[in-house]
């Protein structure tokens, strides 16, 4: 996984070139698109023909149909907000990653029965932050996490420097991202 997920909302199928193209324009090479809109399985599949150089992802993946139909599009990752164990057993059928959400010891309990080691906290700013990360990491050393939700340039720095942080995800890289491109063109 890179070091930074973006949190790709794309509500119309024609806006996933925009979004891409500013992604890879500010250095992102992956995409974490999320099922929370009906063009969801469809912008993936367009997104993994056109950006074979990028690592195209599925998030919000809450159940084992939608896990099913992100893989059929080609997600390359499965992210969820929670745990699912269907989803991930599906992950593991088809041996793709899957980053569930974590963010209790029962929880992250869990998710190493299952055999996963990198976890979503999610959301990061409402559970604890670094705080509850640096706790957590105590009993359970062997786990990466992946902090999301309410993460952004005011605070990225100091998950970054904690080396159990394998990774960023946020929606805020996707607005960035656009901002860049349109004060390039401008
Ligand atoms: C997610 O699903 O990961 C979150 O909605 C992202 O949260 P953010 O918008 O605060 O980055």
Redesign the pocket.
Same mark, same amino acid.
């Given at each position: 996984m890179e070091k930074f997920v973006p $949190?790709v909302v794309i509500k119309e199928l024609s806006e996933t070139d925009k979004i891409l193209k500013a992604l890879k324009n500010n250095g992102i090479n992956t995409a974490?698109i =999320?099922f929370r809109t009906a063009c969801a399985a469809e912008a993936i599949s367009y997104a993994c023909k056109n950006y074979p150089e990028m690592s195209i992802g599925a %998030? =919000?993946v809450i159940n084992a149909e939608q896990c099913k139909a992100a893989l059929d599009a080609g997600a390359q990752f499965i $992210?969820s !907000?929670g745990l699912s164990v269907s989803v991930a057993n599906i992950c593991k059928e088809n041996n793709i990653p899957y980053y569930p959400g974590c963010v209790t010891p029962t929880e992250i309990m869990q998710a190493l029965e299952l055999g996963i080691t990198t976890v979503?906290f &999610? !959301?990061a700013?409402i559970y604890g932050g670094l705080k509850a990360l640096k706790a957590l990491s105590a009993p359970f050393p062997q786990v990466k996490f992946i902090p =999301? #939700? %309410?993460?952004?340039r005011s605070n990225i720095d100091e998950f970054l420097a904690f080396d159990k942080v394998e990774a960023i #995800?946020?929606? &805020?890289f996707v607005k960035e991202s656009l901002d860049k491109m349109e004060e390039e063109n401008k």
């Open positions: $949190v974490e =999320t %998030g =919000t $992210v !907000p979503k &999610f !959301p700013n =999301t #939700g %309410g993460v952004d #995800g946020g929606s &805020f």
